[in-house]
């Protein structure tokens, strides 16, 4: 390449497309790194300054393949040879901090610098951006896009950087080139305001747009997620497929760019999208199925099912709407709103025919992980699947929510899947099934505290205040004196989530403790009322048996229900409210059937 710091459009999230850059911009880079630590946010941790230096300098002498977790310890912390990155996460919490440090640096003195130093979650090697001077950036796009909308009246949007990636394939330069041209479609669109991706995430962004790369398949897949940051749920995601040479950038792009618009503009209702095809009409259906699920209400449930129907209405080869009905079919009966023995046969077929129409696909693997774990409990085939997902996007939170919640928390992995459930939430904060997925690891592994902390931050999220309060019901449960304020937390839960199932077991539960006789028997009445076929309830029905200090009933409830493979079944090793029953030796032998 030639000596010369080329010029990068201002707005590019991508960096050079031709790699780490040389000469003199590796001059440029080394003052970068000088500038960075003699700034008040370094110049007192060493340590961070070290680890700075090391990753840069082995990024720019080609060895960035070797920037492990264990080289850094070892190197950079002077960890001993018998380092074990497993029980010991001090490169991971000095990665987080240094990315948080250098967030500091270019939101201050170094929102100037025509050097940005990026590390981007899940991996230790940076990423150096060449920034345009002022004056250029001042001019770029400037004219016919301003005359259609006031500038500060625009929706903005702020488009991640594309995750580097160490696999050296073709697609993978592909992949920038389209993330810089995604960008320049982007600027050129009337009704919009790219921010510059110079500096880390602005709190003034109306919308992040985040792309992730799919390196399974023959071609080269983007996946394409547009949240509103106002209301922490997607506008849009959707997947483009570029040939295997590149060859068609450009109006792939240019796709992108309208239908990320449309998704923008769509959200905001400032114009609705011309929908003159089935495919386009598909494709709005699977959004609201989308930002439906992601509410994860009872109601939600039912509503974004019957979105991603009518998308197979018009596509039935659509792998989004097939692997969006698994996935709400199996939540509906997780939140006991729908048929286990009707619905799980749907789900699975659902789940099936999505791996059909895709088996590359990150959601038609998710899709069968989930009902496999949480409806069939076959815990090595989920897994399988879920990882498989991850391989070809590695920040779907779907995929890791299912594969924590129902793979690695019942088998006991709590530490292991706090730590991925939090790496996951730094990327998609957002997603609410996870963050309530976290909140019940913490309350598993006794962090009281902490879970309480996020359950109670789920309340800023659409649909988040049903499962929030349902959390910190069982967090008060857990101790014995504060009954009045489980119960009336579960009262706000029934506000918004209903009379459900789960609701009603700990009504009853809250009513045997305080040795309420006859209420708990009209709520084993309601209880009954609301079984449909397949579904007993035996594990809400035991937790009402250990309240009224009945364990022999509550240990055969239990037995059935690990028999009937209810969802709460799943949790028997960690559930701090059956402490009393695990000390039994019959439930020793109950909680061995789960594997």
């Known amino acids: 390449m030639s000596a010369k710091a080329p010029i990068r459009d201002p707005v590019s999230p991508s960096g050079l497309s031709d790699g780490v850059p040389k000469f003199q911009d590796d001059r440029l880079i080394r003052e970068a790194v000088d500038r960075i630590c003699q700034h008040r946010t370094f110049s007192s941790s060493l340590g961070l300054q070290a680890f700075l230096r090391f990753t840069v300098e082995h990024t720019l002498g080609g060895a960035d393949s070797e920037l492990k977790e264990y080289l850094i310890a070892t190197e950079v912390f002077r960890r001993d040879a018998?380092?074990?990155?497993?029980?010991?996460?001090i490169v991971r919490t000095q990665a987080v901090k240094l990315r948080s440090k250098l967030r500091e640096y270019y939101e201050s003195q170094g929102k100037n610098d025509p050097?940005?130093?990026?590390?981007?979650?899940?991996t230790y090697t940076p990423s150096f951006e060449i920034a345009a001077p002022l004056e250029h950036r001042n001019k770029q796009y400037v004219g016919r896009a301003e005359t259609a909308m006031a500038v500060n009246q625009r929706p903005s949007i702020w488009l991640t950087p594309l995750p580097s990636t160490t696999a050296e394939r073709t697609g993978?330069?592909?992949?920038?080139?389209f993330a810089a041209q995604l960008t320049t479609e982007l600027t050129l669109r009337q009704r919009l305001r790219v921010l510059s991706a110079h500096l880390p995430l602005s709190s003034d962004a109306d919308f992040v747009i985040s792309l992730t790369e799919d390196v399974s398949g023959p071609d080269f897949l983007i996946n394409l997620g547009i949240v509103h940051s106002e209301g922490g749920h997607y506008a849009g995601i959707r997947q483009f497929r570029l040939d295997g040479n590149g060859q068609d950038i450009r109006e792939v792009a240019h796709n992108a760019a309208a239908y990320a618009e449309r998704m923008v503009l769509n959200e905001l209702g400032l114009a609705m999208p011309v929908l003159g095809s089935k495919d386009s009409e598909a494709e709005r259906l699977n959004l609201e199925g989308e930002y439906h699920l992601n509410r994860f209400t009872p109601e939600d449930c039912e509503l974004a099912l019957a979105r991603y129907r009518a998308a197979l209405d018009l596509d039935s080869a659509n792998v989004t709407a097939w692997a969006g009905?698994?996935?709400?079919?199996?939540?509906?009966?997780?939140?006991?709103?729908?048929?286990?023995?009707?619905?799980?046969?749907e789900a699975k077929t659902a789940a099936l025919h999505a791996v059909a129409s895709d088996r590359w696909s990150s959601q038609a693997q998710t899709a069968l992980g989930t009902v496999?774990?949480?409806?069939?409990w076959r815990f090595a085939d989920a897994e399988r699947h879920l990882r498989q997902a991850l391989d070809t996007d590695p920040t779907n939170p779907w995929a890791w929510n299912a594969l924590t919640f129902g793979c690695w928390?019942?088998?006991?992995?709590?530490?292991?899947?706090?730590?991925?459930?939090?790496?996951?939430?730094?990327?998609?904060?957002t997603h609410l099934p996870t963050r309530f997925t976290l909140g019940c690891a913490l309350y598993f592994n006794h962090k009281f505290e902490l879970a309480q902390a996020e359950f109670l931050r789920m309340k800023q999220f659409n649909g988040g205040l049903g499962h929030s309060a349902v959390g910190l019901t069982r967090l008060f449960l857990s101790s014995r004196d504060q009954l009045?304020?489980?119960?009336?937390?579960?009262?706000?839960?029934?506000?918004?989530l209903g009379r459900v199932p789960v609701v009603l077991g700990l009504h009853g539960y809250i009513s045997a403790l305080?040795?309420?006789?006859?209420q708990v028997s009209l709520i084993r009445a309601e209880l009954d009322q609301a079984i449909s076929p397949g579904q007993s309830f035996n594990y809400d029905r035991a937790l009402l048996a250990l309240a009224e200090r009945k364990p022999y009933e509550a240990l055969m409830l239990l037995e059935r229900s690990v028999r009937d493979r209810e969802i709460g079944a799943i949790f028997l090793k960690v559930e701090p409210l059956l402490s009393s029953a695990r000390k039994h030796l019959d439930m020793q032998v109950i909680m061995s059937r789960l594997g």
Do not use: C, M, W
């Open 172 to 177: 993978s330069v592909a992949a920038s080139q």
């Open 82 to 89: 018998s380092f074990d990155p497993a029980q010991t996460s």
């Open 372 to 376: 496999l774990a949480l409806l069939e």
């Open 409 to 429: 928390i019942p088998r006991g992995e709590i530490i292991q899947s706090i730590r991925q459930l939090t790496e996951i939430l730094r990327i998609v904060p």
């Open 514 to 518: 305080r040795g309420e006789g006859h």
């Open 325 to 345: 009905t698994a996935l709400a079919l199996t939540y509906g009966i997780i939140l006991g709103t729908a048929s286990f023995q009707r619905r799980k046969p």
């Open 484 to 496: 009045n304020e489980a119960d009336a937390k579960l009262q706000e839960a029934e506000v918004h």
């Open 115 to 122: 050097v940005v130093i990026v590390f981007r979650p899940g």
